[in-house]
């Protein structure tokens, strides 16, 4: 598995913005699917973003068009740029990872992720 540590996390208000890291440890990083996933307050986790080793980008009907996910190998580490935030917004995100070559990898479902940080918390006030 690969340790990830995320940090970004804060208190913006509405229509702010947010860059969320995810370190990741580990000689291999660029070979994972890496994937954002958030939980609020008395609901389940959610699904957020993910990218593919290979690049290839899937996006939340929710956040499409506002989040922006991307990722360094350099640098083993994967990035959430979060726009136009809104109150709805709010939750503790998580960063995973997975081995996307793995046969069942489905970038959307948190149980192909096989490691994941320990979340950052994000707000937005409206």
């Known amino acids: 598995q690969v340790q990830l540590v995320e940090s970004g996390g804060g208190l913006v208000q509405t229509g702010g913005s947010l860059r969320l890291s995810c370190a990741a440890s580990?000689?291999?990083?660029?070979?994972?699917?890496m994937g954002w996933f958030r939980q609020a307050p008395g609901k389940e986790r959610e699904f957020v973003a993910a990218?593919?080793?290979?690049?290839?980008?899937y996006y939340s009907d929710s956040v499409k068009g506002r989040f922006t996910i991307s990722r360094d190998n350099a640098k083993n580490t994967v990035y959430l740029q979060m726009n136009s935030l809104k109150p709805d917004d709010t939750a503790v995100y998580y960063c995973?990872?997975?081995?996307?070559?793995?046969?069942?990898?489905?970038?959307?479902?948190?149980?192909?992720?096989?490691?994941w940080g320990q979340g950052t918390q994000v707000t937005v006030s409206s």
């Open positions: 580990g000689r291999t990083f660029s070979s994972y699917a």
């Open positions: 990218i593919r080793s290979s690049g290839y980008l």
């Open positions: 995973a990872a997975a081995d996307g070559s793995r046969y069942g990898y489905t970038p959307t479902r948190d149980r192909s992720y096989d490691s």
